[in-house]
């Protein structure tokens, strides 16, 4: 005859575990919408990034515009996917310099409207600040 055991130990409510993991769910994905007009998404995830292109005029996110004026100029960039043979650990992306914007228009704090002046730029494409 086999004898069973049973445990002493008090049984998690389901219940609990259920509106814990809700609970969980709920604050992170208030935490991550509360990021993304925060000043710190804008400085380091956002800033440098191409927000929309429509023909020549192309609208992007650099942080902080109170230092700009329609003198600026920004070099465009892309990563691209290196086909072929790589050493182990190198990067499976290289960094394309792909066009040049001129500042057009400061839109507000964050985003300012630039025009083309050479290149092929598309959405999500890379910004920096020109040293020329």
């Known amino acids: 005859m086999q004898t069973r055991q ?7 409510n389901g219940l609990q575990q259920v509106s814990l993991k809700l609970l969980m769910i709920l604050a992170l994905i208030t935490i991550v919408s509360g990021c993304a007009n ?9 800033s440098g990034q191409v927000v929309n292109v429509d023909g020549n005029d192309v609208l992007v996110c650099v942080a902080d515009t109170s230092e700009l004026d329609t003198t600026h100029q920004f070099e465009v960039s892309r ?3 290196i086909n072929g043979f790589t050493e182990e650990g190198d990067s499976l992306y290289r960094r394309e310099t792909v066009g040049k914007l001129r500042l057009k228009e400061i839109k507000d704090q964050h985003y ?21």
């Not at 049973?6 to 998690?12: E, G, L, N, R, V």
């Not at 300012?112 to 020329?132: F, P, Q, R, Y």
């Open 6 to 12: 049973y445990s002493t130990a008090p049984a998690k």
């Open 38 to 46: 925060s000043p710190i998404y804008h400085k380091y995830v956002m």
């Open 79 to 81: 990563s691209v996917f």
């Open 112 to 132: 300012a409207l630039a025009t083309v002046i050479s290149g092929e730029i598309k959405k999500h494409d890379m910004v920096e600040l020109s040293s020329n």
